[in-house]
């Protein structure tokens, strides 16, 4: 069983026991549940269940198991022929969630 969750404007696929990264969670503390509730698919086996835009009494329930810093990325701009370089980094907070019950 599986299902796609939108959470920090992005939607990721999930499954119970999966750690998963999303976008910062602020108001999660480490070692916390939270609750994910805009669920837009689910899918058991062959049948899936596809929400309008989400699936009414649906949600995730996740533990929150870090909150930390994503990989640094970075971002070098240049203007040919005018001697023009910088380079910069930037490094996003996220939050690491293990997925425990998918409630359908």
């Known amino acids: 069983m599986y299902a796609i969750v939108k959470t920090g ?6 499954e119970e026991g999966i ?3 999303v976008e910062k969670l602020n108001e999660a503390e480490v070692g916390q549940e939270v609750v ?3 669920v837009l698919l689910l899918a058991n ?3 899936a269940t596809i929400g309008k835009p989400v699936i009414a009494g649906a949600n995730i329930v996740a533990k929150v198991i870090a909150q930390k810093r994503a990989p640094k990325i970075l971002v070098f ?5 005018k001697g023009y370089k910088k380079l910069q980094g930037h490094r996003q907070y996220v939050t690491e969630l ?5 409630n359908a």
């Open 19 to 21: 750690n998963l990264v």
């Open 77 to 81: 701009k240049r203007k040919p022929k």
């Open 9 to 14: 404007g992005k939607q990721y696929r999930v």
């Open 45 to 47: 086996g062959e049948k």
């Open 98 to 102: 293990e997925v425990t019950k998918i």
């Open 36 to 38: 994910l509730d805009e």
